[in-house]
């Protein structure tokens, strides 16, 4: 069958790890992907740094890395070394390169995109697409535009208290959650299968982003994780099964684990390694302190904690570390995204290499452990014309620890915020990727892929070129020997760009803004 038009399905996992994946598959709790793991090939798929889905779902779908993309985060990256400038959300018109479906649709390849992060506002396809994650609530989400009024009650998001949401601010709402994620999930399956059904895309692509929501509420209680992937399992054999595609992929956006127990605060910390210059601003003095009673008064007062809105337990830890840095006479200082060396350096170089040495001994003061389990460094990681707005480097924690950029008065506090948060994902990078098909070795493990991979290696299979200036290679150890997939054609010249434009009103800004700080990704 090797000149049977191949047809692809793509479904995200999206924070699955081989950590909860393998023991179940060995118990053979689900039965699909059990089915698809032990027929097909496996392995880790390394993510982008940092580990956010608004990050990794484009260099996915561009097969990019951040310097050539023009966001970062949540945010376009013009916008990571201001503090203040919080108003431009990243969309997907800011993402400065084609899509796959786009190119795929130009390449005549019919497609079906559903609720894959960073899609909003919907660009026209050769088939039909659902955005997700970031979409504002009431607005246009689907291409065609017709499309919304056929698919009933399709939801992008959760809804608590008449505001749209992604995690709880409360313990109390984690049940209602659990059902509602539940719902949610059915009801994207099921407009799914109908979409097959009727519009018989040949690549197709769904991203069941509840996982991540049900992981982050309930990483500590695996049987109802357990629950959910079952009913995960189910949806994705039946999906499959309606589309028939000749290879499959099943995939993640990051890895996951257990929430920090502490705060690392790294401005503080490379104040006192003699990195970072305080302001003798006597503002900045007396905002510390606000904020140093703040964090004092939530960790002592358990009622407090629970009283305290999310928001406000946000501004304690968040409300003026920008202001506090003399950055004339800093030589490096850290953000939410990693650290940037003061461009003023003249001896850049030098200063980079002793900073990894002393990150590398950073030691927890009160235990003596090692605070960074890797220390990403962005010339490395990061190339294109955006390169240079990025990190550089991206220190990658021990689970056990959370980064915070505040100057205070201790490098390591115990964590107070979101008590009711027992996973996160920022200290693990690896994701899942499990594929099959006609041209795929049979029962094999798979090593080194990245998150770009999949993009050459989907066209590939399409029998579409790829941009030349993509950083993702094919992944030519998922094919048999004999299999022609295993050569990778390039296009001679780049696919244009958009121009990119904000899609967001102000107020959707901050609702979105809020959602961002519950996955805690602000």
């Not at 779902?57 to 949540?74: A, R």
């Not at 376009?76 to 479906?101: C, F, G």
């Not at 003061?342 to 980079?352: A, H, M, R, V, Y």
């Not at 770009?452 to 150890?477: A, H, Q, W, Y």
Request: hydrophobic residues 35%; charged residues 30%.
């Amino acid at each position: 069958m090797i000149n049977e038009e191949a047809r692809v399905m793509v479904i995200g996992l999206d924070g699955a790890t081989f950590k909860l994946l393998r023991p179940w598959i060995d118990e053979e709790e689900l039965n699909f992907i059990s089915e698809c793991f032990k027929e097909g090939v496996h392995g880790e798929l390394e993510t982008v740094y940092p580990t956010l889905s608004t990050l990794a779902w484009p260099c996915f779908y561009t097969g990019k890395n951040p310097g050539k993309l023009g966001i970062f985060g949540y945010t376009l990256v013009e916008d990571i070394k201001n503090p203040q400038n919080r108003e431009r959300i990243v969309n997907s018109t800011h993402v400065r390169s084609p899509s796959l479906w786009r190119i795929l649709s130009k390449a005549g390849k019919k497609v079906g995109v559903v609720n894959i992060p960073v899609t909003y506002p919907p660009e026209p396809v050769n088939g039909f697409l659902i955005s997700g994650f970031l979409t504002p609530p009431g607005r246009s989400y689907t291409y065609p535009e017709k499309l919304r009024k056929d698919i009933g009650d399709y939801e992008i998001d959760l809804e608590f208290e008449g505001g749209y949401s992604v995690l709880p601010d409360s313990d109390v709402k984690r049940e209602r959650l659990f059902k509602n994620q539940a719902e949610i999930t059915r009801r994207r399956f099921e407009t799914s299968l109908k979409l097959i059904r009727s519009e018989h895309p040949d690549f197709f692509a769904m991203n069941f982003k509840g996982i991540d929501t049900i992981q982050h509420l309930f990483w500590n209680d695996k049987n109802i994780l357990l629950d959910f992937y079952r009913k995960v399992d189910e949806y994705v054999e039946k999906l499959y099964k309606e589309m028939d595609p000749t290879h499959l992929f099943l995939m993640s956006d990051h890895g996951f684990h257990k929430s920090a127990e502490k705060y690392f605060f790294i401005n503080t910390w490379l104040k006192d390694e003699g990195y970072l210059e305080k302001s003798k601003s006597v503002s900045g003095g007396f905002i510390d302190k606000v904020v140093q009673m703040g964090l004092k008064a939530v960790g002592r007062f358990g009622g407090l904690r629970k009283l305290l809105s999310t928001s406000m337990k946000e501004n304690f830890l968040n409300f003026s570390s920008g202001r506090q840095i003399d950055f004339e006479r800093t030589k490096a200082y850290g953000s939410r995204w990693g650290i940037f060396l003061n461009k003023k350096e003249d001896s850049k170089q030098t200063t980079l290499k002793k900073l990894i040495s002393d990150l590398e001994s950073a030691e927890d003061p009160e235990n003596g452990r090692k605070i960074f389990k890797e220390l990403i460094l962005g010339k490395e990681h990061y190339s294109g014309d955006f390169a240079e707005k990025l990190p550089d480097t991206v220190p990658i924690p021990h689970p056990e620890y959370k980064l915070m950029p505040n100057l205070s008065e201790m490098i390591v506090k115990k964590k107070v915020d979101k008590p009711y948060i027992q996973g996160q994902h920022k200290s693990d990078p690896y994701g899942i990727l499990i594929v099959r098909g006609e041209e795929v070795k049979r029962k094999s493990r798979i090593k080194g892929s990245k998150i770009t991979d999949l993009f050459p290696t989907i066209l590939n299979l399409m029998n579409v070129k790829s941009p030349r200036d993509i950083d993702g290679k094919v992944l030519k150890e998922l094919f048999k020997p004999e299999s022609r997939y295993r050569k990778e054609s390039r296009a001679e010249k780049t696919v244009e760009e958009d121009e990119a434009k904000d899609s967001y009103y102000f107020s959707e800004k901050e609702r979105i803004r809020k959602r961002l700080k519950r996955l805690n990704d602000i």
